[in-house]
């Protein structure tokens, strides 16, 4: 059994900044990728940044240059650092991970359970 655990999420004005983290635990033999999404209410769940093979990064076009992803290998944590955060920002996210198992031979998608963020003066 693996899960991934979020935290940091909250209430922030506009302008101002927080940093998500997310957990991963259980019998992990081996994560190959890690990011972070996002659903506002009435809108489809997109992905916001991502780290693939554990090296290289990616972000969608409205959060480049003001959110950064970054990973401690060692404690099989993402973290999500949000800069600038603007009211368009409000939505609930969600870790997602692709996960290999001690004793499977193939990964799982993993997904967490969500931290609210809430851009609004």
């Known amino acids: 059994q693996v899960q991934l655990v979020e935290s940091g999420g909250g209430l922030v004005q506009p302008g101002g900044s927080l940093r998500l983290s997310c957990a991963a635990s259980?019998?992990?033999?081996?994560?190959?990728?890690m990011g972070w999404y996002r659903q506002a209410p009435g809108k489809q769940r997109e992905l916001v940044a991502g780290?693939?093979?554990?090296?290289?990064?990616m972000y969608a076009d409205s959060v480049k240059g003001r959110f950064t992803i970054s990973g401690d290998n060692a404690k099989n944590t993402v973290y999500l650092q949000m800069n600038s955060l603007k009211p368009e920002d409000t939505a609930i996210y969600y870790c997602n991970a692709l996960i290999l198992p001690v004793g499977r031979k193939s990964s799982l998608e993993v997904w967490g359970q969500g931290t609210l963020v809430t851009v609004s003066s």
């Open positions: 259980g019998s992990i033999f081996s994560i190959n990728d």
């Open positions: 780290v693939i093979s554990g090296r290289n990064t």
